[in-house]
């Protein structure tokens, strides 16, 4: 079965982000479990995040930031999400554009996906800064 | 793979791409990575054709002629709901009465749950709770059957119905993700994706620059310049990809960027195919582990009824990705109270195929699947007795499956003639039903 998505907003490929003004990248992912498998990577720092650097057991939400500090800021970014089915068919991954105080300014995207176990995707997303 | 046959292959895909409109960039590359790859999928059985939602096999009524190693997860219900037919050899007369033959009845059911379900409920906690889930792997490995068996007067020495109970241990568990087995497959798994992930990155960043110095902004493109590949600007760059990355029909290809293309992807595929390769292994690692449980069942009816109890060994391995063997050996005992006792033991085997593929929702609808099993039993103070059985079961519904089952046996218990039935049962795994009513 190939990997089915569901965007509620679509993955626009490319976000204009204006660190000057604090602006940064809010990721979440929610797994159904029991074992989520996914990798966060940058073209430029390599792997971000991985289930592992979550302490304790397999969780149903993860989430992390980017951009907050100023070492993370790199023109032309490419961050990608890799997920895994094989032992959770059921994923949903928002990035969310927020202001310095944390606010919501835009959804960036929010796609459901589900799987069987040999399946896999990617979700990309080129950070342009401003 | 030749380059001819390759380029034909991404041209395909680029086509086929082509009448959908809303695919993303990242589908679209990975549809290339996939067609290079050459990928086989292969179904979805996170739901086990090693799982029992039915009556365990001391119930005559079951339509379980030989017993699976593990139970529902969680816990199920079994109806064997009716004896849809009974064939006799011409000349034969039943003496049975009630609802007929001898080794029909109808009424019989039991309610199997795991000790993992239990504990849950005592904690209060959802049992599809993560945590909870990956905490209590042992808990799992122990279920509980409850329930009643329909009884007749000829077999049973009673035609009021038999109480049953059983408990079953998985003493062997390659299945569950939370096994040794299980962590270590999830492991490869996790590595195979981050090495996978990394070599994508890249491929995506190059494929993107070519893409955009290649293409005009109404999307006809001609070859690159891959010497100036890291010379784009940012904005316009970003704009551009704005405005094809969930439109890449809109881009009109040349065969040259095409080249560069696959080019690119040819030279990149190890770490796609790596995942694959290990993504397989350990499904297959975790499909075919091997299970081995202990069983203990008994049937006991009132007044001068004969009692039933059987211990029991369980073995199943996975065969194919469809494809389960089960063999039993139990040790049988008839309390007669009325007569001599009958001891003995059975032998049981069935192979259980998977017909179609399984929903990829976690609690989604299980496969169809069917099962031909044979059993020889044998025990004191009766002649041996031979049974075959074929059954196909049918989804219905998400947690809700319809076993049908036609079945022959050699003799009857302590009658001399052959018989043969049709059964119909149901069977609800409760909690994907419930999941249904969320």
Known sequence: MAVNSNPTTNNPGAVFVATGQGQFLHFSLTAGGPIPIFTFTSNVEGTLWEPADFPGPPKTLYEWDHLRNLSDIQQLELLTLALAFFS????TYTVDLCDRAGTVLQTVMNIQYTGSPTDYTFESLRVIIQ | MSRPLSLALLCVSVLATGSANAETFDVWLKGQIHTAVGRMRIGISGKST?????????????????DQSSSSEFVSVAMNVISVGTFRPAGTSSNSSGSGAGTTGSGSGTVTASGYSLLAALSKKSMTDPAFYAAHTDARRIA???????STKDTDNTDKPGAVWGFKYLVINERDLYSKAGREAGEDVQMALTRAASAYNPLLDRIQRIIYLACQPNGDCRAAKEDILENVDPDA????????????????????????????IQAGLGPFQEFQDIVERSYDRIHKGRQLALSYQVVKRVDNGNDDQRAELIYDHGLTDSITWTVNVSGDYKDRK?????????????FKGRLTGESGAPFGRTAMNIAFSGEGKWLTKTKPQYTFQAKLTIPVASGMDLPIVYRWASRRDVIDQTASEARLGFSIDTTRLA???R
């Open chain 1, 88 to 91: 959770n068919a059921q994923y």
């Open chain 2, 50 to 66: 090693s799982r029992q939602h039915e009556s365990p096999s001391a119930d005559d009524r079951s339509t379980s002629l030989v």
């Open chain 2, 435 to 437: 999941q249904l009513f």
């Open chain 2, 237 to 264: 760059f970003g704009r551009f990809w704005l405005r094809f990355n969930d439109n890449m029909a809109a881009i009109r290809f040349s065969r040259e960027v095409l080249n560069q293309i696959e080019d690119l």
């Open chain 2, 338 to 350: 009325m007569a001599w006792d009958s001891r003995g033991g059975r032998v049981a085997t069935e």
């Open chain 2, 144 to 150: 509980f059957t409850l329930g009643t068996a329909a």
